[in-house]
């Protein structure tokens, strides 16, 4: 097991999966052997991104809290407005990637570090590794079937904020 703090997400994460490479860590041995991370700067992993839209809320609310209409800062959103769900520790920033400039509008469940599967573009295969979620607002308004066909995993290994 081990449990992965980021400073600037406060949040740690815990999950069965090796630390990653960059991060300090410490073992606990009881009751059994836990790995305690920490990492420093976020930039050490790369982001991994998704799509999400928010305006098909009311029809599949499954994956929707609150107010559709608004995100977690109170952002009435707009497809093409550059929000993105980050993690909480990072609400109100903006985030470039792949070139295009986003800002931290929105938080979500699944949102956070994790070690997960993901298709390298560099490598042609998949590769396991810790990676940060974030979920890109659609740019247009869509379908549940659109959405899924559109569900392409996008790995930003540079990527920056201000």
């Known amino acids: 097991m081990t449990c992965l703090t980021i400073a600037t997400i406060l949040m740690t ?9 960059t991060a300090v860590c410490k073992t606990s041995r009881y009751p059994e052997p836990v790995q305690y991370c920490h990492i420093d700067d976020p930039h050490e992993l790369p982001i991994y991104t998704s799509l999400y839209d ?7 609310p499954t994956n929707c809290a609150g107010d559709p209409a608004t995100t977690a800062t109170g952002h009435r959103w707009q497809y093409g407005d550059g929000t ?5 520790g990072w609400l109100g920033r903006d985030l470039f990637v792949a070139g295009r400039q986003f800002v931290c509008r929105d ?14 573009w560099q490598a042609g295969e998949f ?13 247009v308004e869509t379908t549940v079937t659109a959405l899924v066909q559109a569900e392409g995993w996008l790995m930003v290994p540079h990527w920056s904020w201000e």
Do not use: F, K, N
Request: hydrophobic share 40%; proline share 12%; glycine share 8%.
């Open 127 to 139: 590769d396991s590794g810790w990676v940060i979620m974030i979920d890109v607002l659609l740019e």
């Open 13 to 21: 994460v815990c999950q069965m999966a090796p630390p990653p490479e």
């Open 107 to 120: 938080t979500g469940g699944r949102i956070h570090p994790m070690y997960r599967e993901y298709w390298d």
């Open 84 to 88: 993105i769900a980050c993690p909480r």
């Open 54 to 60: 928010p305006g098909l809320c009311d029809a599949y």
